[in-house]
């Protein structure tokens, strides 16, 4: 009875094109904000701030960044790793190289950065599509990651080859490095998910989200409308890059506070991939829903045997936990290509008729 | 075959002459174009030239290159011989968005529709080609970005009013019905303000209280707008109702031209479509 649209009416189309259209949805997502950023510093502890919400919504933001590219523009690519690294190692190269700079701007240009090189991956999609693309970006994330650990000057020379992440400060608190509390770089890193989370949804809304998704779903016709493919897949890989760089910058500053190659691997790509399977192809909700879905699917299937009382090897867990996610992306591809975001919208519309389903 | 019984049927050689409209002057001319893939010839040494104002149809047995006459003129076929002359610009082969951004928009033979996309979207991405705010103003959605999404949310409910689809306006078309899918993809056509619109056989595959509500829409759309329309139709009757000129194509070729009249009685256009052997 709460949840409902009938009786509100849109008297102009600025409100209908509103980002929430049901009122309930804004104040619902505006109080999940406030929530996140006054009362969980206070209430989280070590453990879930720095090891739970502090990874996931740096992978929420790179999750935002394939979707764009995969859910919006339906261009698959495999290098999501690749471009988190060009964005940590860029970032590490500017903060290094310009030790005055606002920590805020490091992070937009490493961001920056990450968009140009995957600009530059992004060219081949206008000849090739699909399987094929996949390959060139698994190229990229093999280049890169080869690059960026074979040489040294990404690093400034350093003889471990792993820098540590330069602490810097905002507004007087440091924010980067293994010294910055748990709580000031949770904020730091929440303004960001807060801020690309709203950039994304106000793009896929407006008229370059429309390219994109005409490319995505008849390119012939697009280019018909007047929509030209390699402008558009560009602009769809470089705001990609841009989010996959940014979530690089800040996993190497504010997460694992080093600056490897290793934290970027394939395994990185395909996590991000799962997540946008998993939450919903084309939904930004849904990057949300699937990057803590897979953070805390683990932590579940570790703590819930205990609730009942139940001993059960990690080994076994651990084998559980792969059968789960495997189980998991078959579901989604076939039979839910719209993911967790797509179940909540269905979860809604019931929610809409309660408690008189008919 | 309907197309052969509405032939015959309202072939009178002394049919009431309808009055011709007044001929505008000529936007779309065709020379001689040639189209071929390998061996095939879909297009065999075709002109025609379409007027401003009026409704052209091109009409001919399946494979006789209607469609990729079509392509020709929006640029997605290249010619191979021949020229285009569009907006006082004569080319050897349109470019797709020199063709888009002058006015020529069209509907396809396999409806074309961005399937993922709300019906509003789809009309809404109509008019990319007219909408001019940056890439940060978008990111924002705010001020001059906002403004200008409302100006053409508001007219592109004019053509779901038009078109009479507001029950649908949220609905991802993947999921319409077949008729209502076509309906919407004129929907984005004229979304894009044409000048010219091109519809591939616009009417396939529905039943007759669809096809009448479609003719009535490419009407009022001519009357109303006074877009020019050059129409691909199998349906005879419909044809022979709306249009003011008819091309007739066969095997690639040209076999006749004129109004409708004139081309019912022409004995190359019955031998055509009653099957007559070709001598080639
Ligand atoms: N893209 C293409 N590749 C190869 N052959 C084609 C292509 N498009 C059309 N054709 C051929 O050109 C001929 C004319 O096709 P089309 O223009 O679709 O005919 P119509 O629309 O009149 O039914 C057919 O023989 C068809 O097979
Ligand atoms: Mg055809």
Not at chain 1, 237 to 246: D, E, L, N, Q, T
Not at chain 2, 221 to 232: A, P, R, S, W
Not at chain 2, 260 to 270: A, G, K, L, S, T
Request: net charge neutral; hydrophobic share 50%.
């Amino acid at each position: 009875m709460f949840y409902r649209e009938a009786g509100i009416f849109k008297t102009s189309y600025a409100a209908d094109q509103a980002l929430f259209r049901i009122p309930f949805d804004r104040i619902f997502v505006i109080s999940v904000v406030l929530f996140a950023a006054l009362v969980i510093p206070v209430i989280g502890n070590e453990y879930w701030l720095g090891s739970i919400l502090i990874p996931t919504l740096i992978m929420a933001i790179a999750t935002i960044g394939l979707n764009i590219l995969l859910g919006y523009c339906g261009q698959l690519s495999l290098g999501t790793g690749a471009f988190m690294a060009a964005g940590a190692f860029m970032g590490y190269k500017i903060a290094t190289a310009f030790p005055w700079m606002p920590i805020w701007a490091v992070v937009i240009l490493g961001g920056i950065c990450a968009a140009m090189i995957g600009v530059a991956f992004g060219l081949p999609s206008l000849r090739i599509k699909g399987f094929y693309l996949a390959v060139t970006t698994l190229a990229a994330q093999f280049f890169l990651l080869w690059l960026f650990q074979k040489v040294p000057w990404f690093v400034n020379y350093s003889i471990s080859g792993v820098p540590t992440a330069p602490p810097r400060e905002m507004f007087g608190y440091l924010v980067t490095g293994a010294e910055a509390s748990v709580e000031a770089r949770y904020l730091f890193i929440l303004a960001f998910t807060v801020i690309l989370a709203l950039i994304a949804a106000n793009l896929v809304r407006g008229r370059i989200g429309r390219t994109w998704m005409a490319i995505r779903d008849m390119d012939i016709a697009a280019e018909l409308i007047g929509i030209k493919p390699l402008p558009t897949k560009l602009s769809a890989f470089a705001v990609s890059s841009f989010y996959c760089g940014v979530a690089g910058v800040l996993w190497a500053f504010c997460y694992i506070n080093t600056v490897e190659a290793t934290a970027f691997d394939i395994f990185r790509s395909f996590t991000v991939l799962f997540m946008v399977i998993i939450g919903g192809l084309g939904s930004i909700l849904g990057c949300f829903l699937g990057a803590f879905f897979i953070f805390l699917l683990p932590i579940f299937l570790n703590s819930a045997p205990g609730w009942v009382g139940l001993e059960v090897p990690t080994e076994l867990i651990s084998h559980v936990e792969f059968m789960v996610f495997g189980a998991l992306i078959v579901f989604f591809l076939i039979v839910e290509p719209h993911g967790l975001a797509r179940l909540w919208a269905i979860t809604k519309e019931k929610l809409r008729l309660w408690p008189f389903p008919y | 075959m309907a197309a052969v019984e509405g032939l015959q049927e309202d072939g009178h050689a002394d049919a009431a002459q309808a009055p011709a409209r007044d001929a505008g002057e000529i936007v779309l001319k065709l020379d001689n174009i040639e189209l071929g893939f390998g061996g095939v010839k879909a297009i065999n040494n075709v002109s025609f030239e379409v007027r401003k104002g009026e409704i052209r149809a091109i009409i001919g047995p399946n494979g006789a290159g209607k469609s990729s006459m079509l392509n020709c003129i929006n640029g997605f076929y290249k010619p191979q011989k021949g020229s285009i002359s569009f907006n006082g610009k004569t080319m050897s082969a349109m470019d797709p968005h020199f063709a888009a951004s002058n006015g020529i928009a069209r509907t396809f033979q396999n409806i074309a529709l961005f399937r993922g996309m709300s019906t509003l979207d789809n009309l809404m991405t109509g008019r990319v080609l007219k909408m001019r705010r940056g890439f940060l103003w978008q990111a924002l959605h705010w001020g001059p970005a906002q403004r200008e999404e409302i100006k053409h949310r508001a007219f592109v409910e004019t053509i779901i009013d038009f078109l009479e689809i507001q029950s649908i306006r949220r609905t991802p078309v993947g999921r319409l019905p077949y008729g209502l899918q076509k309906r919407v993809e004129l929907g984005r056509a004229l979304a894009m303000e044409p000048s010219i619109l091109l519809l591939d056989e616009p009417m396939a595959g529905m039943n007759v209280e669809e096809k009448q509500d479609m003719s009535r829409f490419i009407l009022d759309v001519n009357e109303e707008f006074g877009t020019t329309i050059v129409l691909i139709e199998h349906d005879m009757g419909v044809v022979m109702d709306i249009s003011d000129r008819v091309v007739v194509l066969d095997y690639g070729r040209k076999i006749a031209d004129g109004t409708p009249d004139e081309v019912r009685r022409n004995q190359d256009v019955i031998d055509a479509y009653l099957g007559v052997p070709h001598e080639d």
